[in-house]
């Protein structure tokens, strides 16, 4: 599934993961989503100082719409943290 056609899933379930206030409230960028399992990474501006993005592993359920964190927010100080680690839960799913 698409990112474009899970985001429309997700509204259609009454959820506002994607919506653009969502977003903007916490400055959301969506990275790497894996069409295939729903695995994807997103960053935040960590808000502690000056901007500083951290990265949160995430996977959209193709089945119920919903969203699920699978690292603790803002777990990773890097992309690069962030890939590899999405690399192993690619592995594991």
Known sequence: MSLEEFK???KEIGNHWF???AMHFFDSKIHDF???TGVFITSEDSHIGASVRK???RHADFQ???VKTLSVFQE??????????????????
């Open 19 to 21: 919506s653009v206030g």
């Open 34 to 36: 894996d069409e295939d």
């Open 76 to 93: 990773f100080d890097s992309l690069r943290c962030a890939r590899a680690e999405m690399g192993r839960k690619l592995v594991v799913l």
């Open 64 to 66: 119920t719409g919903r």
């Open 55 to 57: 990265f949160t592993l």
């Open 8 to 10: 429309k899933l997700n």
